[in-house]
């Protein structure tokens, strides 16, 4: 059978039925978050244990990236987040980038640039929903997408369904009802009822109905994301289990854990009822590393020791995941490979596996059906040995955070470069490369080599021993970059060695305050993080701030940090003028009648050229005059802003906050 996509031709193998395929991706779900590796003494996964059972478990698998948009978008095209420009998860903010730009500053402290990323997946791009839907497969999407809203949603890339249709990083509101979901509402015959729980029965009650199928059932957890709230009877459960001296100890992630393993239970449960197991093929993976920066019962959610780091960072807690493929009479039961796979190598796989012809784009990834299969050769070559990469060019300020950077694994090697990372520049041979003499100084890039199998926790950097597999894979990642047509950091001119301290790489700049848990009452829920009575009533938002010397000085460890402050009663003409140093570009959002006019917000943008003291003036967006809520966001540039005053001119009149 011939089926045309878009100008694209493939051809279906004809199959008495086409086998149904389920892809669980769980978000921030860490490679020692479940009991797949050993590496857990507290969660409990049961039902992963028995998808693992029924199918082959990967010991090295790997995200396409640290953070979560840039994996999604690799899972669903085959293509790289450096191709796609889609490499940090800001999918959900307002403005409309569709093309990766670089960045020619930095602020002084800055050896390299980092690239303005895109913030919506592009619909050009062929979508794994879309071969599968001109192939003949229902297709639906439950869960999490955080790769735009419309026009950019699940139902302008190739799925039928999309429940709850949400665009956001995370639940609405929180995990156990009532949630915030403008067209999602809870069963009100369930008291206290887990997104997951309502998520998994949505996503049954779909099956149901396309049991004669065949279908794509894309089921993207919220789970174990942020906001960190659970059910209370489980959170209890494991506060008496929790043991102070192991490195997992987070009583309310646990049950986190425990509620996203339960709707895998509940979607395996419903496979058998319907008698839909035997030719289902089911995906299980998480999206990057887990959360170990922010703050849950006076602790970390989670510890992915014995990997370094964890999600926002490049070293192998970030990126190496759990997962398993089940594909029953195909893919051999209780059975584990130590060959890497990463997120863009599904796509291929699965359309191999189901006799349809790749689309006509280009493929970051390849098929690893001879592994699914157990037909691959010996795991010391072949697959076994070629390179993956990933393209992180950002600097979160998280635990063991590197400069922007990209790596290679190939075998047990991996190197990372980190862009122009090195704090002494070199001078060009000029007469000997034909170089005039206004060419400037280069800064080299720098590298960190790891022997992986020595050494999991990567703690040895043999760069300077082995400067030869340096080269080697250092090459890749050239031709790597070069393919995927990435954009890179740039060499920062205005870096300041004065500025830049290595000591503190690596080390968190501020961890994020706990955020109030939505499951406790008003009477019992902590105080709000972002109250500071310093701040003359803006609360902070994905940053924190404090007055020192009359400036408020602002630490930023979100990609959208913003302050807030009820502006009460503007009207046309309004302005918001400030004193600020900072670098790069951000906006200000007026939202009329509150935050319930968050989804459409009026946002005007400024742009800050130099990270230098200056003042700036915003119009503000007021139609008439109105009520309403100022945000003003700051540039991610720099991971801390200064603010000495900021001053509103109502319309009316005007109002002044000096720190």
Known sequence: ??????????????????????????????????????????????????????????????????????????????LSPARTGVTTPNCHLPQVVLK??????????????????????????????EVLQSAGYATGHFGKWHLGSDPYSPLQQGFESDIPHHSGPGPAGSYVAPWKFPDFDHDPNVPDQHIEDRMASEAV????????????????????????????????????????????????????????DDAVGTLLNALDELGLSENTIIVFTSDNGGNMYSQVDDTVPTSNAPLRGGKACMYEGGTRVPCVVVWPNHVEAQSRTDIPIQSEDFMPTLLEGLGIEAPNQAQDGCSLLSVWTNQAEAPTGGLAQR?????????????????????????????????HGSPTATEP?????????????????????????????????????????????????????????????????????????????????????????????SATASKDPGDNPAMQGWKTRGCQATVRDGVAVVMLNSTTPFLGVTAGRLAPGATLKFRIQSSGKSRVDWLPGGTGSAKNPRSTDYHLETNQWQEVSVSIDVKEPENGILRLYLPTETTQTEIDWIELKTGNGSRRWDF
């Open 1 to 78: 059978m011939l089926v045309s996509l878009f100008s694209v031709s493939f051809v279906v193998a004809n199959e008495p039925r086409s086998p149904n395929v389920l892809f669980i991706l769980a978000d921030d779900l860490g490679w020692a978050d479940t009991t797949l590796y050993g590496h857990t003494k507290l969660y409990r996964t049961p039902n992963i244990e028995r998808l693992a059972s029924r199918g082959l478990t990967f010991t090295h698998a790997y995200s396409a990236s640290p953070l979560c948009s840039p994996t999604r978008s690799a899972i669903l095209t085959g």
């Open 100 to 129: 990766a730009t670089a960045r020619t500053t930095a602020a002084p402290d800055q050896m390299a640039t980092v690239p303005e990323p895109v913030t919506r997946l592009l619909t050009d791009y062929i979508t794994l929903a």
């Open 205 to 260: 009650q779909w099956m149901r109905e396309h049991r004669d199928g065949p279908f794509f059932l894309n089921y993207w957890m919220f789970s174990v994301h942020a906001p960190f709230d659970a059910k209370r009877q489980l959170i209890e459960k494991y506060r008496q289990l929790v043991d102070p001296m192991n490195p997992q100890h987070c009583p309310t992630y646990a049950a986190m854990v425990e509620s996203m």
């Open 387 to 419: 390179p993956l990469f990933q393209f992180f060019p950002h600097a979160p300020a998280v635990p063991d955070w590197l400069p922007p950077c990209v790596s290679v694994h190939r075998g047990d090697w991996k190197l990372i470069r980190i862009f």
């Open 429 to 521: 041979d000029r007469e000997g490369a034909g170089l005039s003499n206004d060419i400037s100084i280069r800064r080299p890039h720098r590298y960190l080599l790891y022997n992986l199998k020595d050494d999991l926790e990567e703690r040895y950097n043999l760069a300077d021993q082995y400067p030869q597999i340096v080269h080697e894979l250092d090459a890749l990642i050239e031709d790597f970059l070069d393919t995927t047509q990435a954009v890179v950091p740039l060499e920062n001119p205005k870096f300041d060695a004065k500025e830049y301290h290595a000591e503190l790489e690596g080390v968190a700049k501020l961890k994020p305050s706990k955020p109030p848990n939505p499951s406790t009452s």
